[in-house]
Each structure stands twice: as structure tokens, then as C-alpha cells.
């Protein structure tokens, strides 16, 4: 999340040091498919949206008032955002910006209005290519919650208790519009990174070994591709687990049982190995790392659909 903020911070000062790029920022603009003399061409009288994105930058709201390179970024924020707006049917809001540059292309980063950012889970990119043509991530950003919420239903019904609980750091699709996707099976083009957090309370040793290998034959049985951290922690550290605060626990004294399907190629794992979290004499965290075959526990309800 720190990075995505930083990420952003750095986008909106874009605009504003425009002023000190103006040629460069103009000449990339013309290599990624904008037409050169855009800023001459561009229509001088701004819409309530550019202005309220200028003013916010601490700049001249009057299209006159802007150099040339401003013009130019503001004139092309708008397009993208307008892009976004056709293309889906909703309202997206500014939130970053950055000009095309010699080893970098134009992106539009935005959110869904009506959705907020949700801590940034729900920025979207825009990026213009060579020709000028616009593209985005949006499939992949509305897409998140959707399978957020299928591995929580899968997690929290295997171990029958809402004491388990399931955050996709990172999710990526590979498909390009949501009527390409089936509902049971999604080809090994939906993946990411997923933490998975279980209470001590409904989950000891030997039930962490069973619950990988079933999440692993469930994932195959879905098509889907996750690298996975699955942890155990203390009942009272459960409780304060959320959203916004999940990478705090990955601490020795928040932990008893660490374990991860690593993700290698074509639907297939690494295998997994539990680390145990135990207190020595002195009552000093120490970890022991045992590994174990995936095909020597679980149920076996879910048929790989790789093998």
C-alpha cells in the first residue's frame, strides 16, 4: 500500500513540472502516437472536470493561462478519462498522471466514483500505446473482489467458521472483457498473490497440512493461479486482523503456523513445507521447517483438472 502511495504522490506533481519539460514532454507526446500540433488544435475553453483537476494542482484554470506542455497534459487526461467513462459505462475520478518519456508511456491512473479507492485496490491504468490507441487494467481491478470473495466463500465453508479470512495482495487477469470469463473454470488466466490468515482456534498442524493440499486441488479444479501464504495465528491477533492492517502480522509473536503453495508453471506448485513457530526456554521464537507431499493429505474432493 506504501508503494502505491508513493506511486501515485509522484503522478499528481507530474502536471505541475510540465512547465520545466515543456519541449520533451511535447516531442514524447508526438512519439506515442499524439498528434504534434494537438496544443494549437485543442479547444480553449476547459470542461468543469479539467478544471477542477488543475485547481487542485494549484494552477491557472484558464486554458490560456497554461504553457504549452500543460495544455497538452490536460487536453490528453481527459481523453483517457473519457476513454474509461465510453468504455464502461461509469464515472472514473482523477488520480494520477504521467507524460509519455523516452523509457515510459503515458498512463491515466483512475478509480470508479461510485466505488471510491478502497485503500487502492480499485486504481485503474490507462496507457496509450505507439499509435495513440488507448488501453486499461479495469477487467483485472473489477474482476479483484469477485475472486477476493470466491476464495473467502471456499476458505470459510472448508474450515465451516468466519474464523479464517483471505486478502489478494496482488491480482492480474488475462482476460479482456468480462463475457469471455465462465464461472467454473477459468482457464489458468486469473492470478496473484494471496494471504491467507486462520485462526488457532479451528486449525492446528495437521489440519493446515490438509487445507493446502485441498486449497491446491481446488485451485487446479478452478483454474486459477495464486502463490499463497497460509498462516495460523493467535485467536486474539485474529481479531484485529483487517484490510488495512494484515502485513502487521507477520510477526513471531502473532504466528504459530506458516505454510505457501508457490506457484511454478502450468498449474503446477512447488511443494509446500510448514514452518512451527515454538518458544524455547528462554522464550525465544524459534522455527522449525518441516516439509511435506501434498498427495499424502486432504480429501481429495477437488479433481485436478492439469493432471
Known amino acids: 500500500m506504501k508503494k502505491l502511495i508513493i506511486l501515485f504522490a509522484a503522478t499528481l506533481t507530474a502536471v505541475i513540472s510540465l512547465s520545466s519539460c515543456q519541449k520533451n514532454v511535447t516531442q514524447n507526446l508526438s512519439q506515442t502516437g499524439a498528434v504534434a500540433d494537438q496544443a494549437e488544435t485543442a479547444q480553449e475553453t476547459l470542461n468543469?472536470?479539467?478544471?477542477?483537476?488543475?485547481e487542485a494542482q494549484k494552477l491557472p484554470t484558464e486554458y490560456d493561462k497554461l504553457d504549452v506542455s500543460q495544455q497538452i497534459a490536460i487536453r490528453r487526461m481527459y481523453e483517457m478519462k473519457k476513454y474509461l467513462d465510453d468504455k464502461y459505462g461509469i464515472e472514473f475520478e482523477y488520480a494520477g498522471y504521467i507524460p509519455a518519456g523516452l523509457m515510459e508511456k503515458e498512463q491515466f491512473f483512475a478509480y470508479p466514483k461510485e466505488l471510491g479507492t478502497d485503500g487502492g485496490r480499485n486504481y485503474v491504468t490507462v496507457t496509450s500505446d505507439d499509435k495513440g490507441s488507448f488501453t486499461d487494467?479495469?477487467?483485472?481491478?473489477?474482476?479483484?473482489?469477485?475472486?477476493?470473495?470466491?476464495?473467502?466463500?471456499?476458505?470459510q465453508?472448508?474450515?465451516?467458521?468466519d474464523k479464517a479470512v483471505v486478502f489478494i495482495s496482488h491480482f492480474e487477469c488475462d482476460y479482456e472483457d468480462f463475457t469471455e470469463m465462465k464461472d467454473d473454470y477459468y482457464e489458468n488466466k486469473i492470478y496473484g498473490e494471496n494471504q491467507i490468515f486462520i485462526s488457532e482456534e479451528i486449525c492446528d498442524e495437521e489440519k493446515l497440512k490438509d487445507f493446502n493440499t485441498d486449497y491446491y486441488h481446488w485451485q487446479c479444479s478452478k483454474g486459477t493461479l495464486a502463490n499463497t501464504r497460509i498462516t495460523v495465528v493467535y485467536a486474539d491477533k485474529f481479531q484485529r486482523i483487517n484490510i488495512n492492517n494484515y502485513t502487521d502480522f507477520y510477526n513471531d509473536e502473532s504466528i504459530l503456523y506458516d505454510s505457501g503453495l508457490t506457484f511454478i508453471n502450468n498449474g503446477q506448485y512447488a511443494n509446500p513445507q510448514i514452518t512451527i513457530?515454538?518458544?524455547?526456554?528462554?522464550?525465544?521464537?524459534?522455527?522449525?521447517?518441516?516439509?511435506?507431499?501434498?498427495?499424502?493429505?486432504?480429501?481429495?474432493?477437488?479433481e485436478n483438472v492439469n493432471n
Do not use: C
Request: hydrophobic content about 25%.
Open 48 to 54: 468543469d472536470w479539467q478544471k477542477s483537476v488543475l
Open 137 to 155: 487494467d479495469y477487467v483485472s481491478a473489477g474482476l479483484r473482489d469477485k475472486f477476493e470473495k470466491m476464495y473467502n466463500d471456499f476458505v
Open 157 to 161: 465453508d472448508y474450515f465451516n467458521s
Open 277 to 302: 513457530y515454538k518458544k524455547d526456554d528462554n522464550g525465544k521464537t524459534v522455527r522449525e521447517k518441516e516439509k511435506f507431499d501434498l498427495n499424502q493429505y486432504g480429501k481429495k474432493e477437488y
